[in-house]
Each structure stands twice: as C-alpha cells, then as structure tokens.
C-alpha cells in the first residue's frame, strides 16, 4: 500500500514526498526481511538519479550492492556499479566513474552481460577522455564500438564516438573529431537523451571555437540554452 503510495506521488511529479513514502516502505520490507525490498531501494535511486541527487542515489545503490555481494549476484552488483558509475560521470568525477565503471565490468563480464559491459567501455572511456589520458580513452572506446557494432546498439556507439571526438579533439585532430561528433550527433537527434545532446553540442562548441568558427559555436551555445531551458 505505503509503495503504491510513492509511485502515484511519484507520477505526480511530487519526487520528495513520493521518497519520503517509499523510505517507510522500505523501513517495513526491511523489517518483515523481505528480499523484494532491493528492489524497492534501487527504484528510490533510480528516482533520485533523475533529479540529479548523484550522492544520495550512490548511498542508495552502494547499499543493494551490499546486499546483492553477499547473495553473490554478480549480474545486479555489475548493474548497480554502472550506475553509480553514471552518477559520477554526471557529477564530474571521472577517477571516481573510472573506478566504477572498470568493477561494473567486471562483475557483468563474468555474468556474460554483454551490451551493459560495452556500456561500461564508453563510459570509462568517456571519463578517460575528461582525464585527458587519449589513449585509453581511444583504445577502450573502440572496444566498445567494436562490440556495439556487431548489435547496432546505437546509443553505446553514441557514446563511443562521442568519447573518441573528444579524444581527437584533444589530440588536435580536428577532421576526426569533426567526424566521430558528427557520428554520435545523428545517433543522438533519433533520441530523446537530452543529456546527451547537450553534451555532444559542447563539444562541437569546442571544435569550433578550436577551427575559429566562432559564428558557428555562438550558434551551437544559443541552441544549447533553448533546451536547457526546458529539460533542466
């Protein structure tokens, strides 16, 4: 009942009482010893997450993981240090996303999980790419590209690409750049991944302003403020 309680405040957009709610229910799963109540925690992350409470939804996902490590679920555990992994990346932690995302690896790899560890590669690769370490960041992505390709899992090559422009980027290499931040913009306008978005169009602001288009990024950055506008 308390459950059904948080998701319709939840639908309702009402995020913190729909959390208070849900953290009742939790208390009660917790002590009836209910083994459902992992699930109950990573949705009161999940929901977290998306308003952009990084930390709290770590502290909420690192303990399911507590959990899960001692059931020995490899394939959860895996699931939930990707997303703390994607916490860190959106926090602008990238040793910290580094660290997370190679253990998620890990734990998905021996669970055969193959499209969650391609994800781990471009995101490690994305956080190498922030670190200014271009070859990890190239080699790993490729592997993670290489992989995506064979499923046409789009938004893993998204991020791929979007890791190795900013590798090339980084590198001077302004006509591979140019075309792996081409590769991921198309992938990304087919989605409604605004982050992404966002995060592809800085790149190209960089790009320009590095080619001396400054027209053209001044371009780039006003439509970057339109959709923030709405989305954040």
């Not at 109540?37 to 502290?59: F, G, M, N, P």
Request: one cysteine or more; charged letters at 30%.
């Amino acid at each position: 009942m308390i459950t059904g309680i948080s998701y319709a405040l939840k639908e309702l957009n009402r995020v913190d009482e729909a959390t208070k709610t849900l953290d009742k229910a939790i208390d009660i799963l917790k002590e009836g010893s209910y083994p459902f109540v992992v699930d109950s925690i990573r949705t009161k992350a999940k929901w977290l997450y998306d308003e952009k409470r990084c930390e709290e939804a770590i502290q909420s996902y690192l303990e399911v993981i507590q959990i899960n490590e001692i059931n020995g679920e490899n394939e959860f555990v895996g699931r939930d240090l990707l997303a703390i992994t994607l916490c860190y990346i959106r926090m602008g932690q990238w040793s910290e996303a580094i660290e997370h995302g190679s253990r998620a690896r890990q734990y998905l790899k021996i669970a055969k999980c193959v499209e969650e560890v391609s994800w781990c590669d471009a995101l490690t690769a994305d956080a190498y790419a922030e670190l200014g370490n271009t070859d990890f960041a190239l080699d790993i992505a490729q592997r993670a590209f290489d992989v995506a390709e064979l499923k046409d899992w789009l938004l893993v090559k998204c991020q791929a690409a979007l890791a190795q422009g900013k590798a090339y980027l980084l590198r001077n290499n302004l006509d591979k750049a140019s075309e792996k931040l081409e590769f991921a913009r198309e992938i990304a306008s087919g989605s409604d991944d605004w982050e992404m978005i966002i995060n592809i169009e800085k790149e190209f602001i960089k790009l320009h302003i590095v080619q001396g288009k400054t027209e053209l990024a001044a371009n780039v950055e006003r439509r970057i403020q339109s959709l923030q506008e709405i989305v954040e």
